[in-house]
C-alpha cells in the first residue's frame, strides 16, 4: 500500500518533521486506522526517493510517541490503543466547526437517484421474493472447470482491455442464441455485453434521455428502470397494462422519445403482450419518432407452448433496443448480460460503454461463452426449466388447496406469479403485513422490486410471489402458514 505523504524538498522543515506530521495527520484524521500495516522502511523510502534512515528515524519517534507499534515478525501496525492525548486531538479534529463565514460551500450534487430493492436482506421463515434464485441450482462444478480451463489460455486477456462492445466469442453465441430462441436476426456487433440488464438500461438512457426527456413506462413497472429514468431527469409516463400487458391505446400521442417495456412477462404483472399489440406498438414508436427497450429479462423460463418472437425480431423501423441477462438463468451474482440495438445505434452504444468502463471483464465473457458454445448452458436452462416448473406448479397447487379457485396471471413463464385477491380479503398490502409478521415473505405491487405509480387498478389487491428460491416443501409449508394467519382473522 503506498500511503500518500508528498514532500517539499525547499521547505524550511526537515524531511523527517515533513513526514513525521502526515503520518501523524493520516492517523489522527483516521485514515489510517488502529491496526493498518505501515509500509516497511525501505517500502516507504524507496517511494519518497529518500534515505532508509530518515524514514527510521520517523518511524522510532511515531512509536515512541505511542502512535505506532512494532510487532517482531510481522512489522509496524497504527497502535490498536491510541493514547489518551492523540485520542483528544482526534476528537479535536472530528469536532471542528469552521468559524461563522468561513463555511466551505460544497458544489451541489446533481444526481437524484435512488437505490433500487434487489434481495432481501430479512430473514423469513419462507420468502417468496420475486427477485431471487436458487443458489443451489449454479452449476459450481462445471463452472469451475470451464473457468479453469479458459484461465489457461489467458495470455494477455488481464492486462489489456478489450473490445468494449464485449468479447466477440461472446457477442457471437449471444446473436446465434437470440435467432433460434427469440426470432431476433442480428449481427454480433448489435450485441454490447453489460453487466446484467442494468447496465444496458443505463446505457440506453445515457443515449436517448436528458433534463425532461419524456419516458413511457408500464404502470406497475420494473423499479430498477424507473428509478433510473427519474435519475436522469426524465418526465415519467405511466401507461397502465391490463389482462394483455401494456394498454398500446393509451400511450401518449406524442413527445415520447422512449418507451421502456417488459412484454413477454409484464414485470410484475406477469402479463403476455399479443402479436396485434406489438404490431400497433412498433407503428405507433415509427409514427412518434419514439425508441423502444424491451426488457426480456426471464424468456428462457417458459413452462407451455412457443414464445412469441420477441418484438425486436418484428422489429423493421430499426427502432427497438433488447436488454437480456443471465440473471436468471445462471445467478445476478454474475452481473452479465446485454443489450441490442439497431445498426444505427452501434457506434454511439459502444462509445458509450468504452466511456463507462471500457468493456467487461474478460474471464466471466470467455467462461460464459465457452459455457453455452460447448451446450452446457443449453443443458443447464432445461434442468431449469424442469425444476422451475415443478415449483410453479407446487405454488399453484398450494394456493388452490388453500384457498380454492385463485386468479392468477403470469404463470406460463417466469419465476414469479400475481395473485388477484378476491373481495372480502384484506387488501394487498395489509396480507403482506400479516404474513410478515408470521415469518412470510409475499408482496405487494411496488413492495418488492416492482414500481407502483399509484393508481394502478392492481396496487391494493394483487400480490407478487417467487417461487424460485423455495423448495417444493418449503412453498407449500408457506403457504399453509398464509392460509393458517388468513384463518386466525375474525372477519374472513
Ligand atoms: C424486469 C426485470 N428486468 C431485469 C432484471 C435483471 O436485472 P439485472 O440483469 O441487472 O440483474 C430483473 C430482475 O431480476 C427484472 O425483474
Not at 510481522?74 to 461563522?100: C, D, H, K
Not at 445515457?206 to 428509478?227: Q, W
Not at 468504452?354 to 448452458?377: C, K, P, V
Request: charged share 20%; with cysteine; net charge neutral.
Amino acid at each position: 500500500m503506498a500511503i500518500p505523504i508528498v514532500l517539499d524538498h525547499n521547505s524550511p522543515q526537515s524531511l523527517q518533521g515533513q513526514i513525521f506530521e502526515q503520518l501523524r495527520h493520516l492517523i489522527l484524521g483516521g485514515k489510517l486506522k488502529p491496526g493498518t500495516p505501515i509500509p516497511a522502511s525501505r517500502v516507504l523510502a524507496e517511494q519518497l526517493g529518500i534515505s532508509r534512515n530518515t524514514v527510521l528515524l520517523v518511524y522510532d519517534r511515531l512509536m515512541a510517541e505511542g502512535y505506532l507499534q512494532a510487532r517482531k515478525a510481522i512489522g509496524t501496525y497504527v497502535n490498536l490503543e491510541l493514547p489518551e492525548t492523540s485520542l483528544a486531538a482526534t476528537r479535536r479534529i472530528a469536532t471542528a466547526v469552521p468559524a461563522q463565514g468561513e463555511a466551505i460551500r460544497q458544489p451541489d450534487i446533481p444526481f437524484i437517484g435512488q437505490k433500487q430493492t434487489r434481495g432481501n436482506t430479512r430473514h423469513l421463515d419462507f420468502d417468496f421474493f420475486p427477485d431471487r434464485t436458487d443458489l443451489d441450482l449454479f452449476p459450481q462444478k462445471i463452472w469451475r472447470r470451464f473457468i479453469n480451463r479458459t484461465f489457461a489460455s489467458s495470455s494477455t486477456h488481464f492486462t489489456e482491455c478489450g473490445d468494449p462492445g464485449g468479447l466477440l466469442q461472446l457477442r457471437e453465441v449471444v446473436a446465434d442464441h437470440l435467432g433460434v430462441a427469440r426470432g431476433i436476426s442480428v449481427t454480433p456487433d448489435q450485441v454490447i455485453i453489460t453487466a446484467g440488464s442494468q447496465e444496458g438500461l443505463n446505457l440506453a438512457s445515457r443515449l436517448l434521455i436528458k433534463d425532461g426527456t419524456l419516458v413511457a413506462t408500464e404502470n406497475p413497472c420494473y423499479e430498477g428502470a424507473a428509478l433510473l429514468f427519474q435519475s436522469y431527469y426524465a418526465k415519467l409516463a405511466p401507461v397502465p397494462v391490463d389482462e394483455s400487458g401494456l394498454d398500446v391505446e393509451q400511450l401518449p400521442k406524442e413527445g415520447v422519445t422512449l418507451l421502456y417495456l417488459t412484454p413477454s412477462h409484464q414485470y410484475p404483472l406477469g402479463f403476455t403482450l399479443p402479436i396485434e399489440r406489438r404490431l400497433k406498438l412498433l407503428d405507433w414508436a415509427q409514427r412518434c419518432g419514439a425508441y423502444i427497450i424491451e426488457d426480456d429479462y426471464d424468456s428462457d423460463f417458459r413452462y407451455r407452448g412457443s414464445p412469441l418472437t420477441a418484438l425486436m425480431g418484428l422489429d423493421d423501423y430499426g427502432c427497438v433496443m433488447y436488454l437480456g441477462t443471465f440473471s436468471k438463468s445462471m445467478g445476478a451474482g454474475l452481473r452479465l448480460g446485454y443489450l441490442v440495438v439497431p445498426k444505427t445505434l452501434i457506434h454511439a452504444t459502444r462509445s458509450a460503454k468504452a466511456l463507462l468502463n471500457n468493456g467487461h471483464s474478460w474471464l466471466d465473457q470467455i467462461t460464459m461463452a465457452e459455457f453455452i458454445r460447448s451446450g452446457a448452458y443449453g443443458n443447464h436452462l432445461r434442468r431449469m426449466r424442469h425444476v422451475y416448473c415443478k415449483r410453479r406448479d407446487a405454488l399453484i397447487e398450494a394456493l388452490r388447496q388453500h384457498f380454492g379457485a385463485v386468479e392468477l396471471s403470469g404463470v406460463e413463464s417466469g419465476l414469479h406469479l400475481a395473485w388477484h385477491l378476491p373481495e372480502g380479503y384484506p387488501s394487498a398490502p395489509e396480507l403482506q403485513e400479516l404474513a410478515l409478521q408470521h415469518g412470510v415473505g409475499v408482496y405487494a405491487i411496488g413492495a418488492g422490486t416492482a414500481y407502483d405509480y399509484g393508481q394502478s387498478r392492481y396496487s391494493a389487491r394483487t400480490l407478487i410471489l417467487g417461487f424460485a428460491s423455495l423448495n417444493e416443501y418449503q412453498i407449500r409449508a408457506g403457504i399453509r402458514r398464509i392460509a393458517d394467519v388468513f384463518a386466525s382473522i375474525p372477519s374472513t
